[in-house]
């Protein structure tokens, strides 16, 4: 199926697609004589005709109301009961790290008063989703590289009691820990004057939209970033349904398997913050291949196995652990497609800064909160450390008299930046590429080098025939295989703000020449000079 996530996919479509017929099998069985969802049963996930109220002294009622019903979320029953999904919350801080050792903390002031527990300093949520528990090392490691970034409160969160076997059931359980996670803020608030715009719920899976049910009964609560929020049951459902911008001052989202369910994707493609990333276009990541991740479970039976799961998935929270501990700023570009910011047509941030933000922690300095479901794009690496720089490179080709209309190849370049690094032997045409004399070609290509200004470059171009094509054969005698260039624009595209990333941005040529005649198979130099000229100014 093209996808790894092949053992879960199988679990997902028949939790998603199977309820119905299996319980129309049950001899007898009437929706109307479904059993108490608040215990397990041997039916789970089947509705009644009229569910009683979800209700608890503490956290109150939840209704299960026709508006729940959507034709992407067919089946809705009540949530488990509090005691069976059991959520816990770990506490972190620099001066008791205890990434092993778990100290609990509930919305009580003697609990609260024997940790480190600091309401002057801002509060980190990890937050866990479907099958998944509090106490994973992809949780404990992000509260650790969360620590070594800033001073904060981390708070793991585990429901690991509601949160299987069923998938249905485990989204019902979400609004029980949403609930959960509001009634500790909303006593931290009170209790200890906690700011609740210092509070950050970060949630994957199921755990984005657990955190879009927390904002909605916390006030002024500061940002919430869903890690490939799950699609299963909550994509196109109206917004108090799933994640959305409304749910805190700032969202964020990254998607990394947005593939629908059918296809074996667990997350969507849906924007649902204020910011969405969509890092390799937000499916299909990089080194989540069955060969690679087969080496994974030679290496590491446990991990490799979690990914053959869900490895495009779980992406999401390795990227936002990435982003606390690697210098790469992770800065992603606003294009109407991901084709097209491939093609380099999107290295702008624009005049106001709107058109980029960076992934991860960074997300919140956005300098457009107010916009909405705004669409960003970047690429990562298979393996950490995952990020890229992103490089703009835009050939400007001449159309002298000799020149053919256009010629076709191969161009490769070697880079020299003014920090001293160096990218030998870069392949920018992926393929034969057609250029048009007389035009602007443009290219993007990424690299795990900061070159910082491109202050010197060597092109070498190959014609190409293409054997299928007879129209581009080219005899020597006949027509002309070099290409001409007047100048080679590159832009780094991770210097920010936009400003920054024009006084990168250089313009190379042979000062002097007009143009300069690359012939097939040799190379031409080109070198930075304000004297250079380039098509667009």
Known sequence: MGKSSVWLGVVMVV???GVAARAATIPGWRRSEAVNLNH????????????EPWCDPVLGCLYLTDDWFHSNRPFNVMPNSREHINTRFMLHTREKPAIHEDVFITANRSSVDNTTFDPNKPVKFIIHGFIDTGFLGWLREMAEALLAYGDYNVVRVDWGGGSLPMYCTATANTRVVGLEIAHLVNFLIDDYQLNPAS??????????????YAGEKIQGLGRITGMDPAGPYFTGTPEFIRLDPSDAIFVDA???DSDPIYTLGYGTDQPMGNVDFYPNAGHDQPGCDPVSIGIDVIQDIGEGIRELAACSHGRSYKLFTDVLQQPCPYLAHECVDYESFEMGRCASCGEDNSKCAYMGMRAVEYSSPQ?????????????SPYCYYHYQVIVDTSHPKEAEVFVQGH???????????????????????????????????KSHIDLSRVIRLVAKWRYDDSLTNPGSYCWALLCNRSLYVRSIQV??????????????KHVLC??????????SGTSESLDYDESCVFSIQ
């Not at 832009?491 to 990168?504: F, G, K, S, T, V």
């Not at 042979?510 to 012939?519: P, S």
């Open 411 to 445: 161009l490769d370049v070697t880079l020299y930046g003014d920090n001293g690094e160096l990218l030998e032997n870069l392949r920018l045409t992926k393929k034969h590429e057609r250029f048009e004399h007389g035009q602007l070609k443009y290219f993007m290509f």
């Open 510 to 519: 042979q000062a002097g020449r007009e143009y300069i005649k690359i012939k």
């Open 491 to 504: 832009a780094p595209m991770d210097y920010y703000p936009e400003q920054n990333r024009l006084n990168h």
């Open 40 to 51: 397990r049963s041997v039916i789970p996930c089947i509705e009644s005709d009229d569910p």
């Open 199 to 212: 509070v950050h719920l970060i949630g994957h899976s199921l755990g984005a939209h657990t955190s879009g």
């Open 254 to 256: 990254i998607h990394t």
């Open 15 to 17: 939790v998603v697609t």
């Open 371 to 383: 916009r909405e479901s705004v669409r960003l794009y970047l690429d990562t690496d298979a393996k």
